[in-house]
C-alpha cells in the first residue's frame, strides 16, 4: 500500500512538471534585452569557422543583427546575405529600402550551412 501511494505521488509530480514543460510561456523576444549586437557577416564568419563555439555562445539567444537589407520576402529579410530574419507578422518593407542599413532583433536559431546564413526568429525591426 506505501509503495503504491509512493508511485501515484510520483506519477502526479512527473504529469505536472511535464505539463509545465510542454505548455510553458512563449518567449516575448521584443521585451527582451539583446546579449549580442553584431555585424550580420560578423555572425556568419564566426559561424563558418567554428560552428560549435558560435552555436554554444548564439543558438536561442536573443541577438541584434546590423547590416544592409539585401532581400525582401513577405515576412522575411536578408541583412548583408548573411543573416535570414523571419516576423511572426508580414513588415512594412519595400523594395526602396534594399541597401540601406537595418538592425534587427531577434532569436537565432542557427547557421544554414549549404546556404551560409545565420537563420533569426521573432524578429523585429530596431532600425
Known sequence: ???????????????????????QSHRNIQEEEAAFNIEATSLVKEFSEDADLASKKYLNKTIIVKGKLTEIEANSLML???????????????????NSEYAIKGRCIG?????????????????
Open 1 to 23: 500500500m506505501k509503495k503504491l501511494i509512493i508511485v501515484i505521488v510520483i506519477l502526479i509530480i512527473g504529469g505536472v512538471v511535464g505539463y509545465k514543460y510542454i505548455y
Open 80 to 98: 548583408a546575405d548573411a543573416a535570414y530574419c523571419t516576423f511572426d507578422v508580414n513588415h512594412n518593407i519595400s523594395d526602396a529600402d534594399l
Open 111 to 127: 547557421y544554414d550551412e549549404l546556404l551560409e546564413v545565420v537563420k533569426l526568429d521573432q524578429a523585429s525591426i530596431i532600425k
